[in-house]
Nanobody, 126 residues
Framework: QVQLEESGGGLVQAGDSLRLSCAASGHTFYNYNMAWFRQAPGKEREFVAGVSWSGGTKSYGDSVKGRFTISRDNAKNTVYLQMSSLKPEDTAVYYC???????????????????WGQGTQVTVSS
């Protein structure tokens, strides 16, 4: 069982930066691929970024490439999402998710993730 807790959300202006954190409980964090998803009101949950168990492989959704950076610190059981050049369309609830495998495939498919956090709200004003 893994518990995920996101933090770092808030209200910012367009062009600002924000860093989200996701702290994981449990002893096997390093065995999990991790990802961030987001969901805006009235929209489906979408893939934002993913990172492999070692941190060596990363992928991003098209809408955030070049602006967001995912990273992880296995010693701290934490995954981060550094968001820069934020836009109003980035407004959403951001969720951290854990995939109980070290195989890197289907990382953008939310059905492949077993554990989810409660989410943190990010609001970007224009």
């Amino acid at each position: 069982q893994v518990q995920l807790e996101e933090s770092g959300g808030g209200l910012v202006q367009a062009g600002d930066s924000l860093r989200l954190s996701c702290a994981a409980s449990g002893h096997t964090f390093y065995n999990y691929n991790m990802a961030w998803f987001r969901q805006a009101p009235g929209k489906e949950r979408e893939f934002v970024a993913g990172v492999s168990w070692s941190g060596g492989t990363k992928s991003y959704g098209d809408s955030v490439k070049g602006r967001f950076t995912i990273s992880r610190d296995n010693a701290k059981n934490t995954v981060y999402l550094q968001m820069s050049s934020l836009k109003p369309e980035d407004t959403a609830v951001y969720y951290c998710a854990a995939q109980t495998t070290t195989d890197w495939a289907e990382e953008s498919n939310l059905d492949e993730y077993t554990y989810w956090g409660q989410g943190t709200q990010v609001t970007v004003s224009s």
